[in-house]
Each structure stands twice: as C-alpha cells, then as structure tokens.
C-alpha cells in the first residue's frame, strides 16, 4: 500500500516536497513513478526511479525542476518540486511496479490515493 503526503498550497516559484511511503511489502521490491492529474485533463507523468535510485527519468515539463529520490530504508520515496509553476497545480500520485524506469501509467500495478498541489500567483 502507497500513501502519497506533503501536498499543499504555494506560491508560484515556491518548493514543496512530497511523500511516497509504503507499507506492507518493502518498497526496495518496486521502481517507482510520480503522476499527476490536473482537472479535466489526462494523467501525466512526472518522474521514476528504479529500485536503488541509480536510474532515474523526467517529464519533459519538469526536468530541471523536480527531483525524485528514494530511502528504502525509510520505505519512502521522494519528490522534490522547486520553481513551481502555476500549470504543476494537480493531484499527485505515486505508483509502483516491477518493470524498472517506465513512464506509462498502464504499467504500474499499486497506486496510492494522492495528494493535491495547488500553486497560486
């Protein structure tokens, strides 16, 4: 079970870090993905991160300004949004699967519940 947290309001420019914690199966047992739903929109993804973080890919509207990172033993994966932008608002979910550094939503097996971002001017 995943369980997304740090969400909340900011101001464009602003950072904010989130949270992916895991519980259950060790996340150590996932690659993991950071995806984000504006309303009315489709679900996009932000960024993944392999099993021992060695590997790691961006969308192309974050790159350079998100950074994911992971602490398999605090069973936590992070994310890291600096330079926040009006257009980040959303809800983010973290995800998981056993296929490694993928982008497509399709291909993650658990997900968490999300937590919402809203950026303001």
């Known amino acids: 079970q995943l369980q997304a947290s740090g969400g909340g309001l900011v101001q464009t420019g602003g950072s904010l870090r989130l949270s992916c914690a895991a519980s259950g199966r060790p996340i150590r047992s996932y690659a993991i993905g950071w995806f984000r739903q504006a309303p009315g929109k489709e679900r996009e993804f932000v960024a993944a991160i392999s099993w021992t973080g060695g590997s790691v890919y961006y969308g192309d509207s974050v790159k350079g300004r998100f950074t994911i990172s992971r602490d398999n033993e605090q069973n936590t994966v992070y994310l890291q949004m600096s330079s926040l932008k009006i257009e980040d608002t959303a809800v983010y979910y973290c995800?998981?699967?056993?296929?490694?550094?993928?982008?497509?939503?399709?291909?993650?097996?658990?997900w968490g519940q999300g937590t919402q971002v809203t950026v303001s001017s």
């Open positions: 995800a998981a699967q056993t296929l490694g550094v993928v982008s497509r939503a399709a291909e993650y097996d658990h």
